[in-house]
């Protein structure tokens, strides 16, 4: 069975860092596509980086500079180092599998989120 | 980065109706877009990938199409479960992965 379970949200202070992780289970992380997408309260989905097989890694202009997506294949993890952090990267934080076949591509399996709040 | 809009923002239906969400895009993605239902509280979960090809499991009430600029999805008999807040994706890998603002589907 696929699982994806993150951790690692807190209250932290403008300014404050961060760092969340997803510990699957039920496929080998390395071998996928992963990403991190985040939801303000209230608010729509907001896609946050990905890093691809390879280790290629894009991010979102609104996190570049201050976010950092990483993955430990050992511990079958992916991080999200988050530095700078500012009130409106208050948001619940999930983890994703990217499907991608036959050049398609899609964010197939979820983690249930963890809530990181910015506030003094 | 492109700029997906979602029309409408809400709507209102009754259990049976037929339901179209639209999706346009702010320069062409070919098809490279995706679909997702969420319920509230809940993840994400991806209904259509590739515009149009129905993820493993979903039931066959959902269809997505187009290409380009314009994409919509379609639930041809609404159900119960369908009451959700649908968002469509942008999944060409070389551009930022956006999603649209948000569908919210609600019991008339």
């Known amino acids: 069975e696929v699982q994806l379970v993150e951790s690692g949200g807190d209250l932290v202070q403008p300014g404050g860092s961060l760092r969340l992780s997803c510990v699957v289970s039920?496929?080998?992380?390395?071998?996928?596509?992963m990403s991190w997408v985040r939801q303000a309260p209230g608010k729509g989905l907001d896609w946050v980086s990905v890093i691809f097989i390879g280790g290629s890694i894009y991010y979102a202009d609104s996190v570049k500079g201050r976010f950092s997506i990483s993955r430990d294949s050992s511990k079958n993890t992916l991080y999200l180092q988050m530095n700078s952090l500012r009130a409106e990267d208050t948001a619940v934080y999930y983890c994703?599998?990217?499907?991608?076949?036959?050049?398609?591509?899609?964010?197939?399996?979820w983690g249930q989120g963890t809530l990181v709040a910015v506030s003094s | 980065d492109i700029q997906l809009t979602q029309s409408p923002s809400f709507l209102s239906a009754s259990v049976g109706d037929r339901v179209t969400i639209t999706c346009r895009a702010s320069e062409g993605i070919s098809n490279y877009l995706a679909w997702y239902q969420q319920k509230p509280g809940k993840a994400p979960k991806l209904l259509i990938y590739?515009?149009?090809t129905l993820q493993s499991g979903v039931p066959s009430r959902f269809s997505g199409s187009g290409s380009g600029t314009e994409f919509t999805l379609t639930i041809s008999s609404l159900q119960p479960e369908d009451f959700a807040t649908y968002y469509c994706?942008?999944?060409?890998?070389?551009?930022?992965?956006?999603f649209g603002g948000g569908t919210k589907v609600e019991i008339k």
């Open positions: 039920g496929f080998t992380i390395n071998t996928n596509y």
């Open positions: 590739g515009a149009s």
């Open positions: 994706q942008q999944v060409d890998v070389y551009r930022a992965l956006t």
């Open positions: 994703a599998r990217v499907l991608f076949t036959s050049g398609r591509l899609g964010f197939d399996h």
